[in-house]
Structures are given as structure tokens and as C-alpha cells.
């Protein structure tokens, strides 16, 4: 009988559970958080003008030519640059003095001395392999790179001397500069 007691006791208890499980009401609620758009920036740089910045024919020793270049960053993020300066041949190019500076007022022969920050120090105008005029193309951070915000702009300028030093071995020689301008972003990259 005892065995029968306690049978209804676990039966009745289980039942008891199952019932007090099945009755009990919960309040729930639930909210969306929609519309997370997401979308990539990019790294877009141009120059004004795009072709023939510098140019001068039949030079002489003594002369100069002095020309502004815009640097533009169309993109949507900060980036940096740099410049290398590539040529078709290497003697005259030696012999070519290149000057870049920021920020000069008037951009000319008479104003590129009376003002602005020297950006390259004069030096050769390129090489067939290429001289970095600018910072480097090496990615993250180098000695010389320029920084751009979003929609920004800065103008350079140029100029190129043959000094009057310069002796007759370099009578009738040519040479056309490339300068090539790499850009890449500054955030999260070191």
C-alpha cells in the first residue's frame, strides 16, 4: 500500500509540473534595428595638367623653365603620395637640375626664390629607372610623402635648369620626364 501511496504521489507531482509549466504566461517583445549600410571609400588622385608640365626646346646652358602642377585627391578618404620622376635617358637627365617646392605664391622664373617650401631639392630630373623625387611609392609611411584630405588640393611647383656649368657633350640631346604619381590611403596604414 505504500508502494501505492507513494506511485499516486510521483504520478500526481508530475502532472502537477507538467500543468504549472503549461499555464504560466510570458510577455515577450521584440525591436529591428534596420537600414546599416555600409560602403568602401576610395583612393583617387589626379594631376592639372596631365601631360607636358615642364617642357623647353633647344635649351642652353643657363636656362629655366618654372610650372605649377595641381595634385588633386577626388576620393573619399585621406591618402598619401608620392613621386618618381622616370626619364628616357640618363645623361642629359643627370645633367638637368629639378626643383619642386609647396606653396609658392607666383609660380614662375622671377617668383619660384620668393617663397614656398622646398618639397625636392634640386637634383637630377629622373633616370631611366626611375628617382624618387617625392616621398617613396613604398607602401605606409616614408620620409618625404605628402598627405591629402578628402577633396583636397595642392599645387607644386616645378622647375627644371640647365646650368650654365654645362659643357658640350650635351649638345643635342633629348630627354621626356615621366612623373608618376602614387597615391594610397593613410587610414589603418602605418
Known sequence: MIRKILASIVVLATAGSVLAFGTNAVFTDSASVGANVFSTGSVDISTSPTSALVTFSAMMPGDVVTAPLTVTNAGGGQLRYAVTSTTTENTLAAQLDLTIKSGVTTCTNGGFGASGSTVYATGDLGSTGGIAVIGSPTQGSQAGDRTLNAS???????????????????????TTATFTFDAEQTANNP
Open 152 to 174: 583636397a588640393s595642392e599645387v607644386l611647383c616645378f622647375q627644371v635648369s640647365l646650368p650654365l656649368s654645362t659643357g658640350n657633350a650635351y649638345q643635342s640631346l633629348s
